[in-house]
T-cell receptor, first 114, second 116 residues
């Protein structure tokens, strides 16, 4: 069975600083990987996804993620964090038809200091 | 389009009470699913449906019932609520386009349930 690990429960960065959120996955085949963001009191919004091809994928809101098969990782990055980026971030792997069966990591809560 | 809607937003139940969490989507999506979100555990799949009249269990189905009589609606029923079911519940929907290897899921805003 697939699994996703997000080792950082809580991260605090200063506004304007760079950000990297870690994600490690376990999956038997080629993974379909996702990053979602959840703002307080809101549902989940898809930031970006990786299926195949270029291992560096661009998403919305200036985020990018790099797939590294050798490390089973899919880390999320942003060069300069804005206060509005404060939220909880979830990494997920998709399985089954249409990759709709999502297995989520436990999430990383991002706090942004002024 | 309203997308995926969930009602109620908040609910408090006593142990043993029953209730139904409502989920509706207006995107004509065949696939719908329910997740629960608990602190430190991410989201876990409860039940899902690939179309009207078809449902199946996810990772944590115990204590929950579902049915799918229409494409638009996918209610989640708690027959006898327990404190362990205190959680935030999210509904999601997507297409079932077999021509595509990926069908993006759209999430509702969630229902926060507390069982005393």
């Amino acid at each position: 069975a697939q699994s996703v690990t997000q080792p950082d429960i809580h991260i605090t960065v200063s506004e304007g600083a760079s950000l990297e959120l870690r994600c490690n996955y376990s999956y038997g085949a080629t993974p379909y990987l996702f990053w979602y963001v959840q703002s307080p009191g809101q549902g989940l919004q898809l930031l970006l996804k990786y299926f195949s091809g270029d291992t560096l994928v661009q998403g919305i809101k200036g985020f990018e993620a790099e797939f590294k098969r050798s490390q089973s990782s899919f880390n999320l990055r942003k060069p300069s964090v804005h206060w509005s980026d404060a939220a909880e971030y979830f990494c997920a792997v998709g399985a089954g038809a249409g990759r709709r069966a999502l297995t989520f990591g436990s999430g990383t809560r991002l706090q942004v200091q002024p | 389009n309203a997308g995926v809607t969930q009602t109620p937003k908040f609910q408090v139940l006593k142990t043993g009470q029953s209730m139904t969490l409502q989920c509706a989507q207006d995107m004509n999506h065949e696939y719908m699913s329910w997740y629960r979100q608990d602190p430190g555990m991410g989201l876990r799949l409860i039940h899902y449906s690939v179309g009207a009249g078809i449902t199946d269990q996810g990772e944590v189905p115990n204590g929950y019932n579902v049915s799918r009589s229409t494409t638009e609606d996918f209610p989640l029923r708690l027959l006898s609520a327990a404190p362990s079911q205190t959680s935030v519940y999210f509904c999601a929907s997507s297409t079932r386009d077999s021509r595509s290897s990926y069908n993006e899921q759209f999430f509702g805003p969630g229902t926060r349930l507390t069982v005393l």
